[in-house]
């Protein structure tokens, strides 16, 4: 498959996009200051997919000190994906699975030892491409989601 977009680490002007393809997308919408914070802190793992110069997808992440999700003792870092979303007319082609592999290679940097993210049970199209992605299901949290959707967390080893 031929891909048409580019990736790169979000810049500042990239914020209204974001936010825009955050709100079309998915229904946990975040401040400004919530991106703006993540992207100041966490740069490596703030991607965006860009085609014909539009920002069509994004992925972001924060570092997290905390116990292993495959029950190992002791604290670890985790690179926490905590947002990703790609505009409906840019699905399928790929987007999503290269900012996620993106941001893996970004939570490297910052020397973390596995990934995760959090996923509603009902969304089996993200759910398919984690487990592409080597992801596995380590747990369940009930009402995770403000509409009462139960969330998998979804974990995988770097």
Excluded: W
Aim: one cysteine or more; a positive charge; glycine letters at 8%.
């Amino acid at each position: 498959m031929q891909e048409t977009f580019k990736l790169r680490k979000f810049a500042i002007d990239d914020l209204q996009s974001v936010m825009h393809i955050n709100r079309v997308c998915l229904p946990e919408n975040y401040t400004d200051f919530f991106f703006i914070d993540l992207h100041r802190r966490f740069p490596e793992t703030f991607v965006v997919a860009e085609e014909n110069g539009e920002v069509v997808g994004y992925i972001m992440c924060r570092i997290e000190l905390g116990l292993s999700n495959f029950g190992f003792s002791g604290v670890i870092k985790k690179g926490h994906i905590v947002s990703v979303a790609v505009l409906p007319n840019y699905r399928r082609k790929g987007v999503g699975r290269a900012l996620v592999i993106e941001v893996m290679e970004g939570m490297r940097l910052y020397n973390t030892k596995q990934c995760f993210l959090e996923v509603r049970v009902t969304n089996t199209q993200a759910i398919d491409l984690y487990n592409k992605l080597g992801f596995q299901v380590t747990r369940t949290i009930h009402g995770y989601y403000a509409d009462g959707e139960d969330a998998y967390v979804m974990s995988k080893k770097l």
